[in-house]
């Protein structure tokens, strides 16, 4: 039971030392910075307020959006959708209709979206930013798009 | 010289129509509420119009129950203003309301002719409203919502 031999030193060493190694050898990017946006409805228009937001590519985005109608019985939501793809989108929300939540399931061209919500109710959702650019968001209740949309900018990394 | 005179007299008027109007948006209790309200009710007309290319007729109740709904912020809106302006806009309203009420009547014949008179009946109806209320506080036709296209969705280049 005495001291270890230097050599045995050297492996019990070597052991403490391999988590480090294999950590540093992972390359691992910085965790994603969480980002929170609001958003909200014009009251009972249809519109968002504000009509334009704005985070970096790669961040987590937590978005929370508040509907702030105070008469009209109306569901709104937000959904990130692709550029160029407004028409595609809006009628295919038509088609998935009120029991997927006017909401395509699965649509590739529907980057993030948060599920309906009614007046005086918030809802959420999470989502990786995409490359930079500009990316249309909608309300794809049947009809609303035409008026509740805005632009996500989406800025380079520095 | 008649032509100054004609100019003189018509910036006269002018004038005169402008101080009138801004003194009858001043003379209003709550203009912003009223603005809102005239808005909100132009959304639901224009939200119910848009249901007639697709013809989504089964959606018109809807919206002739939002239409209901809607008119409660009009009321609020002029919840203060004098008894004998609340009866004209109570009128108006009512008058709007029952057009509203015959969309929702008329969609379930599917008769798209009777159903499209019926919509452009309400648009009447609010365009009535309206012209109770001082002209900036009117919501323009055609001119909802953000963006240059206003009410016809993102831009081109994002479309």
Do not use: A
């Given at each position: 039971m005495g001291a270890a031999s230097p050599s045995r030193r050297h492996c019990l060493l070597l052991v403490g030392l391999a988590p480090l190694a294999l950590a540093g050898c992972g390359r691992r990017e910085p965790p994603a910075p969480v980002v929170d946006l609001m958003i909200e409805t014009?009251?009972?228009?249809?519109?968002?307020?504000?009509?334009e937001l704005t985070c970096h590519a790669g961040d987590h985005v937590r978005l929370t959006f508040r509907h702030t109608g105070k008469y009209v019985n109306v569901e709104h939501n937000w959904a990130l959708i692709l550029p160029h793809a407004f028409d595609a989108v809006t009628a295919a929300a038509v088609k998935a209709g009120e029991e997927h939540g006017w909401v395509p399931p699965g649509d590739p061209r529907i980057l993030a979206a948060t599920p309906m919500c009614g007046k005086g109710q918030a809802v959420m959702t999470e989502f990786i930013a995409p490359a930079a650019g500009d990316y249309p968001f909608i309300c794809t209740f049947p009809g609303h798009a035409q008026s509740m949309w805005g632009v996500l900018h989406v800025l380079e990394r520095s | 010289m008649s032509k100054r005179i004609r100019s003189v007299a018509l910036l006269a008027c002018v004038v005169l129509v402008t101080a009138a109007t801004v003194a009858r948006t001043a003379e209003l209790q709550a203009p912003d509420e009223v603005k809102n309200a005239l808005r909100i009710l132009a959304y639901v007309q224009d939200d119910m119009a848009r249901k007639l290319p697709s013809h989504s007729y089964a959606r018109l109740p809807h919206e002739s129950q939002e239409f209901t709904e809607a008119s409660q912020a009009m009321r609020d809106a002029v919840a203060r203003e004098p008894a004998a302006f609340k009866a004209k806009v109570e009128g108006a309203l009512g008058k709007a309301l029952a057009a509203s009420d015959t969309v929702a009547e008329i969609s379930?014949?599917?008769d798209e002719a009777k159903i499209t008179t019926a919509v452009g009946a309400v648009d009447a109806a609010l365009q009535v409203l309206n012209g109770l209320f001082p002209e900036p506080l009117r919501p323009v036709p055609?001119?909802?919502?953000?963006?240059?296209g206003r009410g016809q969705g993102p831009p081109p280049g994002l479309r």
């Open positions: 014009n009251g009972d228009l249809l519109e968002f307020k504000p009509t | 379930k014949s599917n055609g001119q909802l919502g953000p963006g240059p």
